[in-house]
């Protein structure tokens, strides 16, 4: 999926500021022991994580067989469908994917293609929002964000 900076900004800002989700159906009920490579599949290393509050975690992982990345948003109690999030975005190349809406354990997968590449990513849980800004290219510092509204 490709996205424009404008649109993935635009989706953003609208998301959070309005705190609501687009409704889309949920995953399979997945089991309490998910973990970021059962959703995102085989060959997949998690390479970063970020916790949303004590709601979940939000996983980078990656492919280095396809150069793919792949983010996840895992809550720590599926239950009862919650608003939550996952996104990648390559901002050198403008190509990113997201997930949206009422899941009752994850959010994603989301895939891009970021070899080479700085990547930024991130999710949310309820109403607890995290975003990782300029990830996992070598020795540049990361900037996190968490917030809730």
Known sequence: MRFTRSVL????????????????????????????????????????????????????????????????????????????????WVPDTEEGDSDAGLFKSYAGPTYVRGKGHCVDWGGSISNVYVQVVGSNCGSLKEHRTTFTR
């Open 9 to 88: 900004a635009a989706s953003a800002v609208a998301a959070l500021s309005l705190g609501t989700m687009t409704t889309l159906a949920s995953p399979a009920s997945a089991a309490p022991n998910t973990t970021p490579q059962k959703v995102c599949g085989s060959g997949y290393k998690t390479v970063n994580s970020a916790a949303v509050g004590s709601l979940g975690t939000i996983y980078l992982t990656y492919n280095a067989s396809n150069g793919h990345n792949c983010v996840t948003t895992i809550r720590n109690n599926p239950g009862t469908a919650v608003d939550m999030s996952a996104y990648v």
